[in-house]
């Protein structure tokens, strides 16, 4: 059958990660060197002298290269091999229709692979782990859905909460994949629920068999607009969060709004956090859709303009969109996070700490957000935002029903969340903070005068609860 019409497919990203640093090809040009190209014939690879081979030979080569060097010391052998992922993200709509064929065959984007699995008189199989919660609501559809296209299927709900989010869980879906059996490359697992649900079956996948194929499907705003278009898996451990995962993209990520009108007004405001998270780093004119439309998206449950015509101008259509895209921006170059100056980590210093210190009273964006409003302050402090604009942001966040302070968010939990950061951050704290309505700066001034005047300030201005 064919696949609905108005599915769109937003980016395909490919991401080249480099395996040698520029440093370690300057020491590798100092020492007697030979590079060696990879060239398959019939099956065999061969080493050819030469950094390009491709004239005038007959056979497959490869992107990869060995340098072969030699000192006093000995041989040494420096292996070069570029690793290219290309995934989907794509917003669809009736994903559980039987006629739409997105949920089975929507990752395939070679054509001959695509007729040839729909040719084929072998039925298609799936795993598939929900949420139980997301079971409750969709499980019969899904299970219809499955029917309806013949498909072999085990549907595997559970508990995925953030107080769950162990290997524990990991090791659970493993074992019932392991018995239920699936090929390697051909049968992606499939994960429908929020954010932890996607972490965790992504981490599952990316250890069965050294990588499996998977695909998410978001059923909150949070994840639709943030786990289901990067490629970190995670589980909390030692009291951590996501102190263990992997860097693993799925496939596609089916995103369907429809899903977002059966979850509670709170998981909706917990999602916006990340959406003005990327408004106030990137987009003032989603800041702006935000500081006008913010109570309409709340109570309309992103549910309006799902007619294809209205997209160009429905607040929600607009909003899930540049969040998506502005994410997209800045995390395809950076995918496996080479590069620490990252500002989607904007709301991500104070609050991994605050969460698990709190769990399970704070929901992830309502304690990013948290994190984001001190930053506020702190930039404020800086001369980074006018009073005006930090009032306009706080504003802003309390329109759309978040929280702005908390009270066991302390000032030596700050200190030592951004004592934290330095550990894992390269010695930088790194700290992306607004220069202004819809743009930013990372900064490494770690001026405790200043975090604390500001610290003082939010709590002066913010605890009492008078601006709201």
């Avoid at 570029?82 to 709509?93: A, E, L, N, S, W």
């Avoid at 090929?183 to 996948?205: K, N, Q």
């Avoid at 101008?313 to 502005?326: G, K, L, Q, W, Y």
């Avoid at 309390?398 to 390269?426: I, M, N, Y």
Wanted: charged share 25%; net charge negative; glycine share 6%.
């Amino acid at each position: 059958m064919e696949r609905a019409e108005e599915t769109v497919t937003v980016t395909t990203a490919e991401i080249r990660q480099p395996s040698l640093e520029n440093s370690t090809m300057e020491n590798l040009n100092r020492q007697k060197e030979t590079v060696f190209s990879l060239v398959q014939v019939k099956g065999t690879w061969k080493r050819k002298a030469g950094q390009n081979v491709k004239q005038g030979i007959k056979g497959r080569v490869s992107a990869a290269k060995i340098y072969e060097s030699s000192s006093s010391s000995g041989t040494t052998w420096t292996v070069v091999t570029p690793i290219t992922f290309t995934y989907t993200v794509t917003q669809t709509k009736n994903l559980l229709d039987p006629s739409n064929d997105t949920l089975l065959l929507g990752h395939i984007k070679d054509t001959e692979q695509l007729e040839a699995v729909r040719s084929s008189t072998k039925p298609l199989k799936r795993f598939i782990v929900m949420d139980e919660v997301v079971y409750n609501l969709y499980g019969s559809q899904v299970t219809d859905y499955l029917k309806a296209r013949h498909v072999l299927y085990r549907i595997l709900p559970l508990p995925t909460t953030e107080e769950n989010k162990s290997m524990e869980m990991v090791l659970k879906i493993l074992e019932e994949v392991h018995q239920f059996g699936i090929d390697r490359r051909t049968e992606p697992i499939i994960a429908i629920g929020g954010g932890v649900c996607l972490d965790i079956v992504g981490l599952a996948a990316s250890l069965y068999r050294r990588r499996t194929p998977y695909i998410r499907v978001p059923t909150t705003l949070l994840s639709y607009i943030d786990a289901s278009v990067g490629a970190k898996t995670g589980v909390n451990f030692a009291n951590c969060k996501n102190k263990l995962g992997t860097y693993i993209a799925p496939v596609a990520a089916f995103l369907d709004r429809s899903f977002i009108q059966t979850i509670p007004r709170r998981h909706i405001s917990n999602g916006l956090a990340e959406m003005l998270k990327m408004a106030l780093m990137k987009h003032r004119g989603l800041f702006e859709l935000l500081e006008a439309q913010g109570q309409f998206l709340l109570d309309s449950k992103f549910q309006s303009g799902l007619v294809p015509e209205d997209d160009r101008i429905d607040p929600a259509s607009i909003s899930t969109r540049v969040a998506i895209e502005t994410m997209l921006e800045e995390l395809a170059p950076n995918l496996w996070e080479d590069d620490l100056d990252r500002l989607v980590d904007f709301g991500h210093l104070i609050s991994p700490e605050l969460e698990m210190k709190v769990l399970p009273a704070l929901l992830h964006g309502e304690a990013v957000n948290i994190d984001m409003s001190y930053m506020v302050y702190v930039a404020c402090e800086m001369g980074l935002l006018t009073e005006q604009e930090k009032f306009r942001i706080i504003c802003c966040m309390l329109g759309l029903e978040l929280p702005v302070w908390h009270q066991d968010c302390t000032f030596a939990l700050v200190q030592k969340s951004l004592c934290d950061r330095l550990q894992h951050s390269g010695g930088l704290v790194r700290m992306p903070l607004p220069t202004g309505l819809g743009r930013a700066e990372i900064f490494n001034d770690n001026d405790e005068g200043t975090l604390f005047r500001a610290y003082e300030k939010w709590c002066d201005e913010l605890s009492t609860g008078s601006l709201q």
